[in-house]
């Protein structure tokens, strides 16, 4: 088992629609959650972290964690094509360094 | 303020020959991190520094392979008798204390012969 899991996709979305991202984690002692955008030839860019559970919302994103069953999702409302990408969900078990899922690719359609 | 920064952003080599691959930390950031991505893979973690010293080499997937930060800021990234299966894009990101938030610079896609 992986310790990230991602669904690869591609998700599609039309535009305007809701789209959620999904990431499932082994290691219960993880401790705080990263949702990084990576458009092709580019390298990640931070979009969210969560570090409790619950939702958090920021603008179109809004990043939900619930440690009990070990989720973490990312929901972008009104997607538009420039939110093309891939998703990656990334972990911190404490020991520093990231943990990242394959990523999720997303594609909006006009 | 300026972002990571990673030289050279290409680099072609043959197999067999030794590679350096530059990041230059965001100013202020203590934490350093060098990730490998091969195509269709997350960023993988080779190592991390936390000022001059590297705190967790785990990453690293053998001896040919070597960072340095000696001056708590830049690093480097020593790849010796390089392989074909080295070939992939280096990822370099700080945060200002770990394990704060990473910061990615544009990465290093090396290509080996």
């Known amino acids: 088992q992986k310790e990230v899991e991602q669904n690869s996709g591609p998700l599609s979305v039309p535009e305007g629609a809701i789209a959620s991202l999904n990431c499932t984690y082994s290691d219960r002692g993880s401790q705080s959650f990263f949702w990084y955008r990576q458009y092709s030839g580019k390298s990640p860019e931070l979009i969210m972290s969560i570090y409790s559970n619950g939702d958090k919302e920021d603008g179109r994103f809004t990043a939900q964690l619930n440690k009990a069953s070990q989720y973490v999702s990312l929901l972008i409302r009104d997607s538009q094509p420039s939110d093309s990408a891939t998703y990656l969900c990334?972990?911190?078990?404490?020991?520093?360094?990231?943990?990242f899922g394959s990523g999720t690719r997303l594609q909006v359609q006009p | 303020g300026a972002g990571v920064s990673q030289t050279p952003s290409n680099k072609v080599t043959e197999k067999g020959k030794y590679v350096e691959l530059r990041c230059d930390p965001i100013s202020g950031h203590t934490a350093l991190y060098w990730y490998r991505q091969s195509l269709g893979q997350g960023p993988e973690f080779l190592i991390y520094?936390?000022?001059?010293?590297?705190?967790?080499d785990s990453g690293l997937p053998n001896d040919r392979f070597f960072a340095v930060r000696p001056e708590g800021s830049v690093s480097t990234l020593k790849i010796q008798r390089t392989e074909r299966g080295d070939s992939a894009v280096y990822l370099c990101?700080?945060?200002?204390?770990?394990?704060?938030?990473?910061?990615f610079g544009p990465g290093t896609r090396l290509t080996v012969l």
């Open positions: 520094f936390q000022g001059t010293g590297a705190a967790d």
């Open positions: 990101a700080s945060s200002r204390t770990g394990p704060d938030t990473q910061y």
């Open positions: 990334a972990v911190n078990a404490g020991r520093r360094a990231l943990t």
